[in-house]
């Protein structure tokens, strides 16, 4: 894994079988976004076996079977669906499809794993809300920087856990490398990846509600802007929000595509938690100017500070969780409602963030 290319991050932990062999088979749909790796890395170490690979486009599929060679390559989607022995679908595809593909998915009678953001409008959510009633099927969205890192992850059980108190208010930071060279044409048109606050903003959104507790939020504002690339002036490399949740928490995120090349990975990201009774930092890729190594959480509170490197410690629970989930209609991976509400927030603070032109902001804010 390249850890200065972020679209093909993908994670590789520690086995740990939920399930026998062949109890649960899956397949994969769609290659557009590297993610399709790490999701498929987490539930092969989970114990499902991926049993076959379907996208139009030949290159993509034979990059694919490099890395899992002995995945079946299927000549449509069909023939997916039409396989009784596949119980999920994982898909990475151009995020404008991932609502209809889902659709199509839970059709067929099997669960959906997708990347996130899982949808760029409203009305896809509403959709998927009602076929998931009307299936009693899974739509897992895959929010890596939460569920793929263990920093993040250890985060959540230190909270658990009462090391902070109540949780009061997160800030998140969620900068990107670009790479423009390097991506195709749909991920500089915003209707087709849905703005920076659908897109890379869901992580922010889903790591507030789940360390505060919250089940719902409101956005109170939220902003984009284009300070840098000028060759692609529908494109957004700067956004930010505020939101406020049901139990009263807040939060500011920033995410951005302004990575500078001597960063040594592809993203500073990280996030502070405070609490009641202390707080969390977690720096999720990189401690820099000092440790290359990812996976540090710094910790206060009443006992003193704390450090901890984490890189191989803490696993992924969320991948076997959710295959429990998909077999026992359980819920304790994620649950549905909250998978498909920071979705909506994403979307409802793409929605009405400002546009800032740099330019002339002042003037343009006072209207």
């Known amino acids: 894994m390249d850890r200065k290319d972020g679209m ?9 079988k939920v399930v026998n062999e062949g109890e649960f088979k899956f397949a994969a749909i769609g290659l557009d976004h590297g993610h399709i790796y790490g999701m498929c890395n987490g539930l092969i170490e989970a114990g499902g076996e991926l049993l076959a690979v379907y996208d139009p486009d030949d290159k993509k599929v034979a990059k694919f079977c490099e890395i899992y060679n002995d995945v079946v390559i299927a000549a449509s989607e069909e023939e997916i669906f039409q396989d009784p022995s596949i119980k999920l679908v994982a898909a990475a595809n151009i995020p404008s499809e991932r609502g209809a593909l889902g659709l199509r998915v ?35 969205i895959y929010y ?52 920076i606050l659908c897109d890379i903003g869901s992580h922010q959104i889903e790591q507030f ?49 302004l990575t ?14 405070l609490g009641t009774d202390g707080y969390i930092e977690v720096r999720k890729y990189i401690d820099i100017g000092r440790d290359g190594s990812s ?26 969780e959710f295959i429990l989930d998909c077999i026992n209609n359980t819920e304790n991976a994620m649950t549905q409602e909250h998978a498909f509400r920071v979705a909506e927030l994403c979307i409802e603070a793409q929605e009405q963030a400002v546009f800032i032109e740099s330019a002339n902001a002042i003037h343009q804010l006072r209207k």
Do not use: C
């Open 144 to 195: 890596s920087e939460r569920l793929h890192v263990e920093s993040a992850v250890y985060a959540g059980q230190l909270i658990e856990e009462g090391a902070i108190g109540r949780v009061v208010q997160v800030i998140g930071t969620g900068p990107h490398r670009a790479n423009p060279s390097q991506r195709p044409d749909w991920f500089f048109d915003p209707e087709k990846f849905g703005g």
């Open 106 to 140: 839970l059709d067929s009678g099997k669960h959906y794993f997708v990347d996130k953001p899982a949808f760029t409008k409203l009305e896809q959510v509403t959709a998927a809300r009602k076929k998931v009633a009307e299936t009693g099927l899974k739509w897992g």
């Open 8 to 16: 093909n991050y993908a994670p590789k932990g520690r086995v740990h």
């Open 209 to 257: 509600l789940h360390f505060s507790g919250a089940k719902d939020a409101v956005v109170l504002h939220s902003k984009v802007a284009n300070y840098s690339m000028k060759d692609y002036p529908d494109f957004q490399d700067f956004g930010d929000a505020t939101l406020v949740a049901d139990n009263g928490a807040t939060f500011y995120f920033r995410v951005d595509w």
């Open 295 to 320: 996976n540090h959480l710094y910790l206060v509170n009443h006992s003193g500070e704390k450090h901890f490197e984490l890189s191989g410690k803490v696993g992924f629970p969320f991948f076997g």
């Open 260 to 273: 500078p090349d001597g960063l040594g990975t592809w993203g500073d990201g990280r996030v502070t938690i």
